[in-house]
C-alpha cells in the first residue's frame, strides 16, 4: 500500500505571494491532518479534514486555510507569505474516524522557503 | 489542553547500548494516546510505538519499549541495542479525542560507533 505523498517537496516564495501544498492520504484514510514544523515553534497542529470537512482547527491566522476532495485529497494554501512562513509542512491521514487510538501516518513534508 | 515535556534536547548513545528519552505530558483527557515518532534529517516523521492510557501493560515494539507511568504521567521510550541508523530527532506526542496531535520538542539522538 503507498504511503503519503506530498507535493511539491521543495518550494521557493517571496513574500506576499500565495503557495498551494497538496497532500494524497493512503488509499481508504478518510482523515488529514496538517502540521507546520519550524526551529522555533516545534510541531503545531494546523488543521484536520475528515470527510472533506473541516473537523478540527490550530491556532493560526486566516491566511491558512485548507480543503479536502472526495477522493480525501487535501491541500493546504497559505496567501500573502510572510518569512516566518518558512517551514517544513508535514501532512498525516488516519483511517476511519478520531478515537484516541487511531495512529497518524505521515508524509515526507513540503520545505517551504519564503525570501 | 495538551502539554508534552521532553527535557533532553540532546543526547550520544554508543552503538549497541540502551538509551532512555524522557516524556511527560499534561492533559485532564481521560482517555488520551501517547506516540513516539522517529524524524531523520530527510524530515518524514516515522511512527515507533503507541501507549494507551488504558493499556495496562507497557508497549514494546522490536527494540523499542515504552515506560509508561500513568501516575506520574510519564511515557518514557527506551531504544534497546542502538544502530548508526537510530540517529535522528525523537518526538513524544499526545493525543485526546480528535486527530490532533500535540508534540514535545524533542530529542536529538547521536548513536557514536
Known amino acids: 500500500k503507498a504511503g503519503v505523498t506530498q507535493t511539491p517537496r521543495y518550494l521557493i516564495k517571496t513574500r506576499g505571494q500565495q503557495v498551494t501544498l497538496s497532500c494524497s492520504p493512503i488509499?481508504?484514510?478518510?482523515?488529514v491532518s496538517w502540521y507546520q514544523q519550524t526551529p522555533g515553534q516545534g510541531l503545531q497542529f494546523l488543521f484536520e479534514?475528515?470527510?472533506?470537512?473541516?473537523?478540527n482547527k490550530g491556532n493560526f491566522p486566516g491566511r491558512f486555510s485548507g480543503r479536502q476532495f472526495s477522493n480525501s485529497r487535501s491541500e493546504m494554501n497559505v496567501s500573502t507569505l510572510e518569512l516566518g512562513d518558512s517551514a517544513l509542512y508535514l501532512c498525516?491521514?488516519?483511517?476511519?474516524?478520531?478515537?484516541?487510538?487511531?495512529?497518524?501516518?505521515f508524509g515526507p513534508g513540503t520545505r517551504l522557503t519564503v525570501l | 489542553a495538551q502539554k508534552i515535556t521532553q527535557t533532553q534536547p540532546g543526547m550520544f548513545v554508543q552503538e549497541k547500548e540502551a538509551v532512555t528519552l524522557d516524556c511527560t505530558y499534561d492533559?485532564?483527557?481521560?482517555?488520551?494516546?501517547l506516540f513516539w515518532y522517529k524524524q531523520p534529517s530527510s524530515g518524514e516523521m516515522i511512527f515507533l510505538i503507541y501507549q494507551g492510557s488504558y493499556d495496562q501493560q507497557n508497549a514494546t515494539e522490536g527494540r523499542y519499549s515504552l515506560n509508561f507511568q500513568k501516575a506520574r504521567k510519564s511515557a518514557n521510550l527506551v531504544i534497546s541495542a542502538s544502530q548508526l541508523g537510530d540517529s535522528a530527532m525523537y518526538f513524544c506526542a499526545v493525543k485526546a479525542a480528535g486527530n490532533k496531535l500535540t508534540f514535545g520538542g524533542g530529542t536529538r539522538v547521536l548513536v557514536k560507533p
Open positions: 479534514y475528515f470527510s472533506e470537512t473541516q473537523r
Open positions: 498525516a491521514s488516519s483511517p476511519l474516524g478520531a478515537g484516541v487510538y487511531n495512529e497518524q501516518f
Open positions: 492533559t485532564s483527557d481521560p482517555s488520551y494516546g
Open positions: 488509499s481508504g484514510h478518510r482523515s
